[in-house]
């Protein structure tokens, strides 16, 4: 559980550090409407990159940035409707775009919610500890960018197969990278490789997306609201929202599903995987090309009680239409299918687990057979801009993009069918909340206790968010130690 108990020591360290970065910290509740951040702090954005190294950028960690690479205020949620003539379903599905997240990717906000409520605490001591990030991609980038802006040192954690974009870029932004075998569905190794380091004696501390509360906190404070504002823009009716679909990663994003469904209960949350490493449907392993949802375990911070189905979706696909929508010869073929060009221009902001949660949202369309007044609502984590080699690599592999293969692309969408899915039973549900044993008991320290809590405690998953307040409490109280408040109101 999250623990917000103060260390005087850490925190005198901490808001030492942050008075000389000139670090001032948003809260959560900034984030989740920009509109009551001070003036001072919007006019010294205007002035900036979305990406720049700057602390200012920390209060750009937020759903509803100006889409604009430089410079941008704030307006509504950042999202994207794809419409029937490009699913080939009724239902209207849409996704809230990371892409305008600082480093492209909305994992920078997991990040802040972990490393936070450890800095305002004292837990973590920046003038002495490293930040350890271990990941699958884009969560170690944005710990990497995060600790830099709040004054800390880093240490990113990913497999060596990841895309060469995610290693060209935190080359210039964590003090160092650990490069762990596989790829993204080799979590495992990336936790033996956190287990190294905390026995290696250096002054350091985890935060592991999988198993940090500060995970699920974040996004069921920031996320959901961002989710049910994007709802409320789509639909009227309540009956009309029938859920949110999403692969899994480290489950964190599922916390704003969570929070959605105590404003809609009679919506479905469906998990979305690879069939390629089908964890979730069979108790299944393997590997797949779906780059940074990881797998082969349940996190510990996925609320298993609260997910309704699971959706296994091939790997090819996605990697056929991230083809389609990015390249020339994909984007003239989907015009000449009545595409609006205006989409077509949109759709590189849909990076490869985007594409791979809208196939599940097909799945999940065509499963519940939804018309055209239904929703169905699912999340764009990253955008294509880390993923160019792998369009390279492609087409190394498999030859420039023609109408044929455009076509071929066009119909793996269109023919998506409703196999390789499970509406998830009571018991069902208790498969995939056991398989957490093996993991978080056995491998990684957790006590069967807590794991029974989870289950069987009804005011567990909710005491995370009821933190929420608190810890903005204490995020307002470290500022103004910190002194750098004044003449900001």
Not at 106 to 115: D, E, M, P, S
Not at 266 to 286: D, H, Y
Not at 408 to 422: H, V
Request: with cysteine.
């Amino acid at each position: 559980m999250l623990d917000l108990s103060c260390d005087e020591s850490g925190l005198a360290n901490a808001v030492r550090r942050a008075r000389e970065k000139n670090i001032i910290i948003p809260t959560f509740a900034q984030m989740r409407d920009p509109d009551i951040i001070p003036g001072p702090v919007k006019k010294r954005l205007a002035a900036l990159g979305l990406w720049d190294l700057d602390p200012a950028n920390l209060f750009r960690i937020t759903w509803k940035n100006e889409p604009k690479a430089s410079g941008g205020g704030f307006g509504a949620v950042n999202r994207l409707e794809l419409p029937p003539s490009l699913t080939g379903v009724k239902a209207r599905i849409a996704l809230l775009l990371g892409k305008w997240f600082p480093t492209g990717a909305h994992k920078v906000g997991a990040a802040f919610g972990c490393l936070v409520s450890r800095l305002v605490t004292g837990r973590f001591d920046p003038t002495a500890e490293k930040a350890v990030w271990p990941s699958t991609g884009n969560y170690c980038r944005g710990g990497a960018y995060d600790a830099t802006l709040l004054g800390c040192d880093s240490i990113a954690i990913l497999p060596e197969g990841m895309s060469r974009e995610r290693f060209d870029w935190l080359a210039n932004v964590a003090g160092e990278t650990i490069k762990t075998p596989g790829t993204e569905s080799n979590v495992k190794e990336i936790f033996d490789k956190c287990r190294e380091l905390r026995e290696s004696g250096d002054k350091l501390q985890i935060f592991n997306q999988f198993d940090d509360m500060g995970n699920y906190l974040w996004h069921y404070t920031v996320t959901g609201p961002a989710m049910a504002e994007a709802v409320r823009s789509l639909v009227a009716g309540d009956e009309r929202f029938k859920g949110v679909v999403l692969a899994t990663g480290s489950g964190g994003t599922l916390a704003g599903a969570d929070y959605l469904k105590t404003l809609y209960p009679l919506s479905k949350i469906a998990a979305c995987e690879a069939v390629q490493c089908p964890t979730l449907l069979r108790n299944g392993f393997g590997e797949h090309r779906i780059e940074g949802i990881g797998d082969k375990h349940v996190p510990w911070v996925h609320n298993v009680r609260n997910t309704d189905m699971v959706i296994a979706v091939d790997d090819e696909v996605p990697m056929k239409l991230v083809r389609l929508f990015n390249e020339p010869a994909g984007k003239d073929f989907l015009v000449s299918r009545g595409v609006d060009p205006r989409l077509v221009d949109n759709l590189p902001l849909l990076g490869i687990s985007a594409v791979a949660n809208v196939v599940a949202a097909v799945k999940f369309a065509k499963y519940y057979e939804l018309s055209e007044e239904d929703v169905v609502l699912t999340v764009a984590t990253d955008s294509m801009e880390m993923y160019g080699s792998r369009l390279r690599e492609m087409e190394d592999e498999r030859g420039a993009m023609d109408a044929v293969s455009s076509a071929i692309a066009w119909s793996a969408l269109r023919e998506t069918g409703t196999d390789q899915m499970e509406e998830l039973t009571y018991l069902g549900k208790k498969r995939l909340h056991n398989l957490k044993y093996f993991t978080w008991v056995e491998q990684q320290g957790k006590t069967v206790e807590e794991l029974r809590a989870q289950w069987y405690d009804p005011d567990y998953w909710s005491s995370v968010p009821a933190l929420g307040p608190q810890l903005d409490k204490l995020i307002e109280a470290f500022n103004e130690r910190v002194g750098l408040l004044a003449g900001t109101a």
